[in-house]
């Protein structure tokens, strides 16, 4: 097979022959152009048809109808009608995270997995015995800047009805019983003595201290065995009546329900919780000292953390951030990242990058594990990889590709109830507009390489990452060759 | 897996795919001259479309020596054939806004994609070329294997639980493949060859072996010429003798102690029994959907309120059974031990039994039955919001060579089943000598 000693950017120049073909666009790259002509020649009588037929019209996008409007006691509510299945979701956001915390952490995390353990009247098996006889599911879950509250339920009348009063009841008027919280607290702590075992996650957590300092983001939401062993009921109670108020709530409705059923059930909700404003909103993080830090660890791979603080929600370069990030390393297969370092040496499973925009500014970060003999070399390679893309910016035919990857997908962003809820729940939390996701979707499109690449390096530096290993201590080996060439014979010289 | 993806793999090893109404005028099936089956469900909420090709290949057919083979396969199916360069779909599919993967389970072996709707016909060429020229060039195999064992490592080797399981599967399954891990044992990985691969690939990767599944914002009919176009060209070919992995109905009692670093006490119980396809009682394997929802399946569940929150022996209990299988399957009980009331395993093991007894002395209350019950249909309903998971339950059925009339028939008589057939089939299937225990003990705690 003779392409497959071909470079690898006439491959990518293979491709992008056919899609000029097909969709209009025009390749200025000089070196893409020729590649591709030899390999045009060479692949002329292969390539596929349907390609070569694609009539290039843009993938439609259905606009969400998200109707909003308060409650009387002051919850913003957003509210999708989906009439397809006999369903409907409704979700809770607080801002009521571990950045609430203060000095207890684990508090908010406490609290929020506390709610469905006792209401008057009912313990907490006869609340699991309450929503699974209706087939209704309750969730929750509390994360850095959010607590979040969700009911899945038919939306028969007869279901309906008594799956919302009982959370109306478990997310407004929770009693915290003694023996649910000795028990969950037992279940945390059994839960840190696991994660003792989990270089992930020690990696992670090491990794949020370096960043984040003395900021509330700092700490891991579970808290830890000293700072859990001490939270009162009184502290839960406190915190509910302060955090898990009507207007610190967003209540995200989708289903199959009329606005006035919808409205009638957010006023039911609202009018359950305590009554109190918004929390105040998180301050931003200083930044950070660069370094690397090394947590020992027995296992055979070693992972690699490298971060440096990214943006918050509203900065107004996100856009051209996803999109730059979508190429370094953003979870398809064709990244800069997993390209070099999964396809061309073998060196990892998975190599991903991201931005984590929150309140305050949330955690940039690339991720992976490799064999820890081989660690130095591709900590090396990734910090290669990056410093090259800060440097030259994508090529136009990267950021055209991440631009209809982007175009694509993004129609499931809101394909199923569930999507759409978690869409209505950040969109309520973060104060973005309701046309957020089609202006997103435009912005992206408008962007030019030189914009992508601008925005990449305001936000990140090659020399400023915070590094977090977690492995064991082994003498190092180099790196294998790439192989863009697999026909010869490994030469045994590590490439950079 | 060609890679990570939180949760589809395990998925169709650990959740139930819970059933929906299959035989709607919206879903199509039809079948090409060259016998490749095809299932279409149109769903216009959004502009995508799920295209999943199923080969039915996987661990299980795996001779011993060869185990991982289907898996490998998976991986080097992208490495070029007659129109495509190695990788170059991923390239091609990324510049349309097409996302894909792959996937490998013990009966299926599964390429798919997330497809905006005007660009279903590239997703649909890429597999057909895929399935009748790969070259799988030897050249790419060394490299590919790497990845394949640092996926090993990550994912199995790396995580106490996955070798956990791994180990005691083998031996739930003593009589068939089924126990086999999809991954491959390192040993095999080390010296599985090339030609080994090509043989697996001419002996199954055939559009009489294949199911290809399309469900989201299309029509019918164009999906149809589509397919035909593409598809229609191949070459039916005979396949090996498929025989469904049968299991020993009652090997014993078996148990297997692991010392394993980093690891929580923690246990789990296999109970070998049948599957919707190797039942002999239309009741049985509806009935043993229900007894695992009784045992462990939600919050106010037998396990979970007794074990968990009245005597808070254990921090995790989960009870895991599908009947959608073409071999015998198993009802799995898995538990983390509770470090902080710690009790020996073999003690938290006969408490678990315990509950399981009391449903053979006594029939669960109706109350309870209705419950579970219950949350199986809803389940139902609400499962079909996520079309990627329509479309594998599609796929799940298909493998196990069920339609959807029986999959309707099975939720009829899951409606009817009574409190005494939950105590009969407990009585007959969760026996000792059907069980396979699993202790997991951290390595540090073992005396010799």
Sequence with gaps: ?496 | MKRPLAGLALGFMLQPLMALASSEATTQQFTLDNGLKVIIHEDHRAAVVHSQLWYRVGSNYEPPGQSGLSHALEHMIFKGSSKLCAMESDHIFQSLGITDNAATQSDATIFFQTVPPHALAVALEVMADQMSTALLPAAHWEGEREIIKNERIENIDNNPQQRALELSRSMAFPASASGSPVIGWMHDLERMHIDELKHWYQSWYAPNNATLIIVGDVDAEQVKALATRYFGPIDRRDLPAIKPPLELPAAGERTIIQYIEHQTPGLTMMFNVPSLSTQTDLRTAPALELLSELLGGGDSSALKSRLLRTEELLVAVDSHYSGISRGDEVLSISAILNLEKLRPLTEVQERILAVIDSLKHTPPSTVDLERARTRIIARHVFSRDDLQNLALYFGELDIAGLSSEQDDHRMQILKAITPEDIQYTAKTFLTRDRLTVSHVLPKETRHE
């Excluded at chain 1, 108020?245 to 209540?251: D, H, S």
């Design chain 1, 1 to 496: 097979m003779s392409e497959r000693k071909a470079p690898r950017f006439a491959l990518l120049g293979l491709s992008a022959a056919i899609l000029v073909g097909a969709l209009g666009y025009f390749l200025t790259n000089p070196e893409q152009s020729v590649a591709s002509q030899a390999l045009d020649q060479a692949k002329s009588e292969h390539k596929l048809q349907s390609l070569a037929e694609l009539d290039g019209k843009a993938p439609s996008h259905r606009a969400l109808n998200v109707q909003t409007w308060k409650t009387a006691e002051g919850s913003k509510v957003l509210f999708v009608e989906a009439r397809q299945l006999p369903m409907f979701d409704l979700r809770l956001t607080f801002a009521a995270g571990s950045s609430q915390d203060e000095n207890t952490p684990g508090l908010a995390l406490l609290t929020n997995a506390m709610l469905n353990e006792g209401v008057a009247g009912k313990d907490v098996g006869a609340i699991a015995q309450g929503f699974e006889g209706l087939g209704a599911d309750f969730g929750n879950g509390a994360y850095r800047d959010m607590a979040v509250a969700s009911l899945r339920s038919l939306s028969d009348v007869d279901k309906r009805t008594p799956a919302l009063n009982l959370f109306a009841e478990v997310v407004g008027k929770p009693t915290f019983p003694a023996d649910s919280l000795a028990r969950i607290k037992n279940q945390l702590l059994a839960s840190f003595e696991f994660q003792k075992q989990n270089p992930g996650k020690l990696a992670s957590d090491e990794l949020f201290k370096r960043l984040y300092g003395n900021h509330p983001y700092a700490h891991a939401s579970d808290g830890n065995a000293q700072s859990i062993a001490s939270i009162t009921i009184d502290q839960l109670k406190a915190f509910h009546n302060k955090a898990y108020t009507a207007g610190n709530a967003v209540i995200a409705i989708v289903g199959d329900l009329s606005r006035a059923e919808a409205e009638a059930i957010a006023a039911q909700v609202s009018a359950a919780l305590p009554k109190g404003p918004a929390v105040a909103k998180t301050v931003q993080p200083s930044e950070p000292k660069s370094g690397e830090t090394h947590i020992e660890f027995p296992s055979k791979q070693t992972h690699l953390l490298l971060s440096q603080l990214g943006i918050d929600r509203d900065d107004p370069d996100y856009a051209a951030l996803a999109l730059g990030n979508s190429i370094l390393g953003g979870g398809g297969f064709g990244t800069r990242l997993m390209t070099e370092v999964r396809e061309k040496r073998g060196l990892t499973y998975g190599v991903y990058s991201g931005f984590s925009p929150m309140q305050a500014r949330g955690p940039f970060m690339i991720n992976l594990q490799t064999r820890a003999e081989l660690s130095e070399g591709t900590l090396k390679l990734v910090q290669d990889i990056l410093a090259d893309y800060l440097k030259n910016g994508p090529t136009q035919k990267e950021l055209d590709d991440a631009k209809r990857e982007l175009a694509g997908s993004f129609p499931l962003s809101t394909a199923s109830n569930a999507a759409i809820v978690g869409q209505l729940g950040a969109m309520g939390f973060y104060d973005l507009p309701l046309d957020y996701l089609e202006t997103f979707m435009q912005k992206s499109q408008d962007l030019t390489t030189e914009q992508v690449k601008d925005a990449m390096n305001k936000h990140l530096s090659a020399d400023k990452m915070v590094v977090v290993t977690a492995g064991p201590t082994v003498p190092q080996k180099p790196l294998p060759p790439p192989t863009d060439k697999p026909s010869e014979q490994p030469l045994g010289v590590p490439e950079h």
